[in-house]
Nanobody
Framework: QVQLVESGGGLVQAGDSLRLSCTNS????????MGWFRQAPGKEREFVAS????????YYADSMKGRFTISRDNTENTAYLQMNSLKPEDTAIYYC????????????????WGQGTQVTVSS
């Protein structure tokens, strides 16, 4: 069973950093590819980054490359999203998601979702 819980969001200023965590309470975390998505008010859900089950392959949306880093620790059943040089346009609810066999940018391919964590970046 996969139950995802995000944490680490908050209110920060432009240029600050945040690290989001996504913890799975189930026992099969290491068999799932993980993705981070975000959704701002009035906008569609947007792909941020993904990581393969082993951590060997990562994939980023072009606008996140160089600022965001996805990682995972299978011994801790946790995936991370390190966000640096945050901008006001990064303001959104950030969701983590899990999928077996898919690690791309299509949110419809991810089966399990967390409840989301709010990130607000002030200018």
């Amino acid at each position: 069973q996969v139950q995802l819980v995000e944490s680490g969001g908050g209110l920060v200023q432009a240029g600050d950093s945040l690290r989001l965590s996504c913890t799975n309470s189930g026992r099969t975390f290491s068999t799932y590819n993980m993705g981070w998505f975000r959704q701002a008010p009035g906008k569609e859900r947007e792909f941020v980054a993904s990581i393969s089950w082993s951590g060997s392959t990562t994939y980023y949306a072009d606008s996140m490359k160089g600022r965001f880093t996805i990682s995972r620790d299978n011994t801790e059943n946790t995936a991370y999203l390190q966000m640096n040089s945050l901008k006001p346009e990064d303001t959104a609810i950030y969701y983590c998601a899990a999928s077996r066999g898919y690690s791309g940018n299509n949110y419809r391919q991810y089966l399990y979702w967390g409840q989301g964590t709010q990130v607000t970046v002030s200018s």
